[in-house]
């Protein structure tokens, strides 16, 4: 049986070096079509060149991630600069109820002010405190990679 792939593209820029309060929380989501004019996959009779509701819960949990490592980056006084992820979700035909199954999170981050041990250790602090990941019955990996900036 066929397992359907969902992609979003998330970007944002910016500097949390002066703290919790003070960096831009706006980012950028990529999503087929572009626009929120919403149909089904075309898989399921949809019109393929519009958003459909599985890339919308894929972008949350991309956005939702983005959102919790900055909160946790900024309050531990470490300087993100860009966060892009290239994010996937899996969802495998079956018999009985469709789900999505699987969701990679794989941001790249750009920052200074920090080792890698710390980096992940925020990583995963936020993958716990994600709302849209606790709330999900999928599995929600997080690989993220760092770049480092002088």
């Given amino acids: 049986m066929a397992t ?10 910016g500097s949390t070096g002066d703290g919790y ?5 706006a980012h950028e989501v990529e999503l087929a079509g572009g626009t929120l004019a919403v149909s089904a996959d075309a ?5 393929g060149s519009l958003t459909n509701p599985e890339q919308l819960l894929l972008a949350a949990a991309s956005s939702c991630q983005l959102l919790s490592f900055l909160s946790v980056a900024a309050l531990a006084k470490i300087d993100v600069l860009a966060y892009e992820d290239d994010a996937t979700a899996l969802m495998p035909q079956t018999s009985g109820p469709m789900r999505i199954t ?49």
């Avoid at 359907?4 to 820029?13: G, K, P």
């Avoid at 898989?43 to 019109?47: E, I, W």
């Fill in 4 to 13: 359907h792939e969902y992609s979003t593209r998330l970007a944002w820029a």
């Fill in 21 to 25: 309060r003070a960096y831009d929380r």
């Fill in 43 to 47: 898989s399921f009779r949809g019109d």
């Fill in 102 to 150: 699987e969701i990679v999170l794989r941001p790249r981050i750009t920052a200074r002010g920090a080792d890698e041990s710390t980096l992940a250790q925020l990583v995963e602090t936020a993958h716990r405190q994600c709302f849209i990941a606790n709330t999900l019955n999928a599995t929600v990996r997080v690989e993220h990679s760092v770049e480092w900036a002088s």
